[in-house]
């Protein structure tokens, strides 16, 4: 009878689950417009190549909604390529820089609007030496920012690029630098002597007598806030996992000038709209004042999980492995895309996908999806065949 008691049990918890995630949203729920009539397909003319866009923690749309930008490569490994622009209204592609070698299909050349539309800022590897660039849209001028140095996320609406020293050798650039993109003024705004000293016994714990570098460091939108890890060289080969150790998750007050909290674990994070948390794989919330974690109920733990805000805070979009995330099932190597309530209040899968195959980089793209500057589309890389493509699912009406 304990059995039976058990499974009845078990069963209602499956139905409860499927009836939050399915059942039909109210007109004022911010998941409605996401419930049914999305339509998915590929963003750019279908063709031989890949078209990649370069991360959750940044959108390919223009500010304005008139461009999309991507990175497209015809080699295998997609580690040589081209960044190009399609206009959304005509559909006509221009190319923008080509002649890139990338680190991997993973983040492709980190490129990113910056400067409201009037910027696109990206990296590239010529002969060994990196160098973080930027093509000013009104003349399509190609002007190079800082070498020896590799791009992390700005904010879309700023000048100011985030630059760090390369972790596999970082050389003399171990601190964090801002760029601005419209003066070409460099400044230091933290240095990796400032967060040892800072977390002293983390550092010895986690990298020993090492020297660190800070290493990926993404802009809050509105510039006043960033965080960033910690990492120290290995191997010495930027194409390997071995490249270098990194770790941690470093927030820091550019404003005022001092560390916010240190986080031990590194996920997937991302900014809020409004800069007042970090989201985090895992349904987490990080409050950006003092790190305080907060976990959103009710939803799947998404397996792989690269999760970014809509533009108003109350949704958030990611992705997962079907068939590793409780719940869900899926075939080998199917992924999903998935919009969330900000409040755990439900979600919808939107579009579900083979992702075992695409560019063969040492490091795969993953699908990495993001919202429009609009909130009315959502952008997502999909490798279903051995051409990594560039998707969108935009709602109705």
């Given at each position: ?246 770790m941690g998750l470093v927030a820091y007050d550019l404003q005022e000038s001092r560390f916010l909290f240190l986080r031990e674990q590194w996920g997937h994070p991302s900014w809020h709209p409004q800069g ?54 899926g075939q080998k190597g199917e992924w999903g895309v998935f919009v969330c309530r900000s409040d755990g209040g439900g979600y919808v899968q939107i579009h579900r996908f083979d992702n075992s195959q695409g ?39």
């Amino acid at each position: 009878m304990r059995w039976l008691q058990w499974g009845a049990t078990v069963l209602l918890v499956i139905l409860a689950a499927i009836a939050r995630a399915e059942a039909p949203a109210r007109p004022d729920d911010p998941l409605a417009a996401w419930q049914s009539g999305v339509r998915v397909q590929p963003a750019c003319p279908t063709a031989e190549r890949h078209t990649i866009h370069a991360y959750f923690n940044t959108c390919p749309e223009s500010p304005d909604g008139q461009w999309l930008l991507f990175y497209a490569s015809r080699t295998a490994d997609s580690h040589r390529g081209e960044l190009w622009i399609l206009n959304r209204e005509t559909g006509k592609e221009e190319r923008l820089v080509e002649g890139l070698e990338i680190e991997d299909a993973h983040r492709t050349a980190c490129q990113q609007w910056i400067s409201g539309g009037r910027r696109v800022a990206f990296h590239n590897v010529c002969e060994g030496r990196w160098s973080v660039m930027v093509v000013d849209m009104d003349g399509r001028a190609v002007r190079t920012l800082a070498q020896d140095r590799q791009l992390c996320w700005g904010a879309a609406e700023g000048d100011v690029l985030p630059v760090y020293g390369c972790h596999w050798n970082p050389g003399p650039h171990r601190d964090l630098e801002l760029v601005n993109a419209a003066t070409g003024e460099v400044r230091t705004a933290v240095t990796a002597e400032a967060v040892q000293a800072a977390y002293p016994q983390w550092i010895a714990k986690s990298f020993g007598p090492r020297p660190v570098s800070i290493f990926f460091p993404i802009l809050s939108p509105d510039g006043k806030r960033v965080f960033f890890k910690m990492a120290t060289a290995g191997n010495g080969n930027f194409r390997s996992s071995q490249a270098s150790t990194r770790m941690g998750l470093v927030a820091y007050d550019l404003q005022e000038s001092r560390f916010l909290f240190l986080r031990e674990q590194w996920g997937h994070p991302s900014w809020h709209p409004q800069g007042v948390c970090i989201l985090e794989k895992g349904n987490l919330r990080i409050d950006a004042a003092d790190g305080q974690v907060h976990r959103i109920a009710g939803l799947p733990n998404f397996s792989g999980s690269h999760p970014s805000f809509s533009p108003d805070g109350k949704l958030f979009v990611t992705d997962g492995v079907l068939e590793k995330t409780p719940g869900l099932g899926g075939q080998k190597g199917e992924w999903g895309v998935f919009v969330c309530r900000s409040d755990g209040g439900g979600y919808v899968q939107i579009h579900r996908f083979d992702n075992s195959q695409g560019a063969r980089s040492w490091r795969v793209a993953h699908p990495h999806p993001v919202f429009s500057p609009d909130g009315r589309r959502i952008y997502f890389n999909v490798s279903a065949t051995r051409w990594t493509q560039l998707f969108v699912a935009e709602i109705g009406g």
